[in-house]
């Protein structure tokens, strides 16, 4: 794999550290993901007249893994943008070249700018959609969408990121942290499952380079008991309580995906790559017996 391999890891994180709630790794496989910031280049094989593009990796983990890497199997290395099946051209083929019963892929070109520049748009709508002027929104939103944003006429040297973070695959056994009395068994948590979902959909404090601290470390969900006012989870006063914070977290989730599944179901949606699979909802679901 050279150089100009783009993504070598995956997007997602939870490095849980501290010594306040235990998870312990059903299997070994892990993964080192690249912080920082990296610059990508054309294949070796290309030539092209822009520069590279200067990509700010980290500024990206608030994105699931697979909004760029959408074929990841979610276990395996990820392997570079323009390896052999992907997008490997760095031009579309000409027009009537390629066979009608071929399958298409599109250019590195055309991958990149619909990926990047495409979502870069996206985002600039939603802050105009605000009621915010577009001279406004554009002072606000930073990341580039002209040409010479992402390809400037004096590029600076090819900077790749040199730390990374450790990320564990498949099975966490989530248990109750030390202090607190747990009436219910461990879970079973499948953090290779969760990749579809941005790094910050769970570690919402991460700042996308730092070490990812446990989520009961102090001033985090560090309350070991409710509320002696409430239980309610959904109460305030129970933010920091770390049995809310992971009920919150995870049911909700669950019980969303469910709805959304369910309302298509009755819309007459049949097709299961478009209904969307949801978790556990029962106690004994999470919490079962061994």
């Given at each position: ?20 709630l ?24 290309s030539?092209?007249?822009r520069s590279?593009?200067v ?6 983990f ?33 027009p ?12 590195l070109t ?10 870069h ?31 400037p ?19 966490l ?36 380079e ?8 102090s ?12 239980r ?5 006063r129970?933010?920091?309580y ?6 919150k ?6 019980r969303?995906?469910?709805d959304?599944r ?7 949606v ?11 909802l ?6 079962a017996?061994?």
């Amino acid at each position: 794999m050279t150089r100009y391999v783009i993504f070598t890891y995956v997007l997602a994180i939870i490095l849980l550290t501290g010594n306040s709630l235990i998870f312990a790794q059903e299997d070994g496989d892990k993964l080192q993901l690249p912080t920082g910031t990296m610059t990508l280049t054309a294949p070796a094989h290309s030539q092209t007249k822009r520069s590279p593009v200067v990509f700010p990796h980290s500024t990206h983990f608030q994105f699931s893994c697979k909004s760029c890497h959408h074929e990841w199997d979610q276990a395996s290395p990820v392997e570079g943008c323009a390896s052999a099946g992907c997008h490997e051209k760095l031009w579309a083929s000409p027009p009537g070249s390629t066979p009608l019963d071929a399958k298409r892929i599109k250019s590195l070109t055309g991958a990149y700018h619909k990926v990047c520049r495409d979502c870069h748009r996206s985002e600039l709508e939603k802050i105009k959609s605000q009621g915010m002027s577009t001279k406004k929104a554009m002072s606000r939103f930073t990341a580039p969408i002209a040409c010479e944003e992402c390809h400037p006429a004096s590029p600076g040297a090819v900077e790749n990121a040199t730390d990374s973070l450790e990320i564990p695959l498949g099975t966490l056994t989530l248990t109750a942290p030390e202090g607190s009395y747990a009436k219910r068994p461990p879970v079973e948590f499948p953090h290779g499952g969760h990749f579809d979902y941005s790094c910050q959909t769970c570690h919402h404090e991460w700042d996308g380079e730092s070490p990812v601290q446990n989520c009961t470390v102090s001033g985090c969900h560090d309350q070991l008991e409710a509320d002696e006012k409430t239980r309610n989870i959904n109460d305030e006063r129970n933010s920091l309580y770390f049995l809310a914070a992971y009920h919150k977290a995870c049911i909700e989730c669950h019980r969303d995906l469910r709805d959304q599944r369910e309302g298509l179901e009755r819309s007459g949606v049949t097709d299961e790559s478009i209904l969307p699979a949801y978790g556990p909802l029962a106690c004994n679901e999470c919490h079962a017996d061994s």
